[in-house]
Nanobody, 119 residues
Framework: QVQLVESGGGLVQAGGSLRLSCAAS????????MGWYRQAPGKQRELVAV???????NYADFVKGRFTVSRDNAKNTMYLQMNNLKPEDTAVYYC?????????????WGQGTQVTVSS
C-alpha cells in the first residue's frame, strides 16, 4: 500500500502559477508509475501527466508547455509545476500511484487539492 498526500492548491488569477506537491509513504522506486489527474465539476476525472519510474513523462495535450512534473526521490515527493494557468484548469487535482502486484496493477489516490483559476 501507499498513502499519498497532496498540497499546494489554491486560488490564482489567470496567467498565474501554482506548484502542487504529492508526498508518498514509500519509495518511488517501489512504485510503477506516478501521475496527476484532475476532475472538474460535472466532468470525469482526466489524466494530466504521468511519470514512469522517473524515466519518462507524458502530458495531456491541454497542459503541454505549461505544466511540468518533477520529483525528489530522497523525499518521496512528486511535484506539478503549473504555469500560465487558465480558468479551464480549475479542478480538484489528484495524485495517483500505480503499484504492480501479483494480482495486477493497483491504483492509489490522494485526497485531492483544489485549484481555482479566476479570469
Amino acid at each position: 500500500q501507499v498513502q499519498l498526500v497532496e498540497s499546494g492548491g489554491g486560488l490564482v488569477q489567470a496567467g498565474g502559477s501554482l506548484r502542487l506537491s504529492c508526498a508518498a509513504s514509500r519509495s518511488f522506486f517501489t512504485i510503477n508509475t506516478m501521475g496527476w489527474y484532475r476532475q472538474a465539476p460535472g466532468k470525469q476525472r482526466e489524466l494530466v501527466a504521468v511519470d514512469i519510474r522517473g524515466a519518462a513523462r507524458n502530458y495531456a495535450d491541454f497542459v503541454k508547455g505549461r505544466f511540468t512534473v518533477s520529483r525528489d526521490n530522497a523525499k518521496n515527493t512528486m511535484y506539478l509545476q503549473m504555469n500560465n494557468l487558465k480558468p479551464e484548469d480549475t479542478a480538484v487535482y489528484y495524485c495517483n500511484a500505480a503499484l504492480r502486484t501479483l494480482a495486477g496493477i493497483v491504483d492509489y489516490w490522494g485526497q485531492g487539492t483544489q485549484v481555482t483559476v479566476s479570469s
